[in-house]
């Protein structure tokens, strides 16, 4: 089995797919997290923060991006401890200190994310001090631009955010708007497997060891996206409704999908891949798919998280 031990000073709270994983670390005298999960999400994500820190002050945040599930929690932690240092990746800086919720992408996906600020920059390139252990950042574009994630090279220890899960990627956001990201997709893989890591912290569900079908399975299913951008999209398209089912749990059909009407990206997509599909008979469809997957159930007019 491969091994799976963390550095000294490194607790993971596995959260599921609407809240991020966070990662604590503890050092001897500074504490830090790397992201806060979903806003709905924050009460517990605090709890969880107190309840690891035993007594201590959180002393920095700390995001691999700025996706709503990631830094939904940061302005419950910020009001929790007003000291804290919060560090974002290059690249949003000017939305974020502006708040532009349609640049961040939390408008056009429907999500929620309470306004936050920030201290610093992550900068790729450089290395940042987690747990009293030097940690290299690097740039790791394609599901987001802006992305990093985190490598330890003694322990070998890669936080991969949604880079890579153990079961593939996230969803590649810059395809949906017409831009050029399957090759970074791409890029960052082969950084992943530079790096060569041992464990893998990931965004989105267990911690594993590194394994070369991990990155094949990866490589597989980019290959299917570029052979194929209209799956990819009706992929996006799910993992969008998926997610506000997670959030909701339940809900009208005609609730979701007037829900859906009111979430730009949807319609976007749809006039970029499916022009031919009318909007309504779209969702249906991707309703469809979702309840024959067992991602969730519908009982007449009501839609449920399965």
Request: aromatic share 10%; glycine share 8%.
């Amino acid at each position: 089995m491969t091994e799976t031990k963390l550095p000294p000073g490194v607790l993971v709270f596995e959260r599921g797919w609407l809240s991020s994983n966070n990662i604590l670390f503890l050092g001897a005298d500074s504490s830090a997290l790397v992201d806060s999960g979903y806003g709905t999400h924050a009460a517990q994500t605090v709890a969880l923060v107190e309840t690891g820190l035993k007594g201590r002050r959180l002393d920095c945040l700390l995001n691999t991006h700025l996706h709503s599930d990631h830094c939904g929690g940061n302005a419950a932690l910020q009001a929790a401890y007003p000291d804290l240092q919060t560090w974002i990746p290059p690249g949003q800086e000017h939305f974020v200190s502006a708040w532009d919720p349609v640049a961040l992408s939390y408008e056009p996906t429907g999500q929620f994310c309470p306004r936050f600020g920030f201290t610093d920059l992550l900068k790729p390139g450089s290395e940042v001090r987690l747990a009293d252990i030097s940690w290299e950042i690097h740039a790791a574009p394609g599901h987001d631009p802006h992305s990093v994630i985190l490598f330890e090279p003694a322990s070998r220890t890669l936080i991969s955010a949604d880079a890579l899960w153990e079961s593939g990627f996230g969803v590649v956001f810059p395809e949906l708007d017409g831009e050029d990201a399957f090759g970074e997709v791409a890029a960052t893989l082969d950084l992943v497997e530079r790096l060569n890591p041992r464990v893998i912290i990931p965004g989105h569900g267990p911690i594993f060891g590194y394994r070369s079908e991990v990155l094949a399975f990866a490589r597989r299913r980019l290959a299917s996206f570029v052979a194929n951008p209209g799956r990819h999209a009706n992929h996006a398209a799910k993992v969008l409704l998926k997610f506000k089912l997670l959030e909701r749990q339940k809900l009208k059909f005609s609730d979701f999908s007037a829900w859906a009407r009111r979430t730009s990206h949807f319609e976007h997509m749809r006039k970029s891949f499916f022009p031919s599909t009318t909007f309504e008979s779209w969702i249906e469809q991707l309703t469809e798919e979702l309840v024959r997957s067992a991602a969730a159930r519908r009982d007449g007019d009501l839609i449920f998280n399965n």
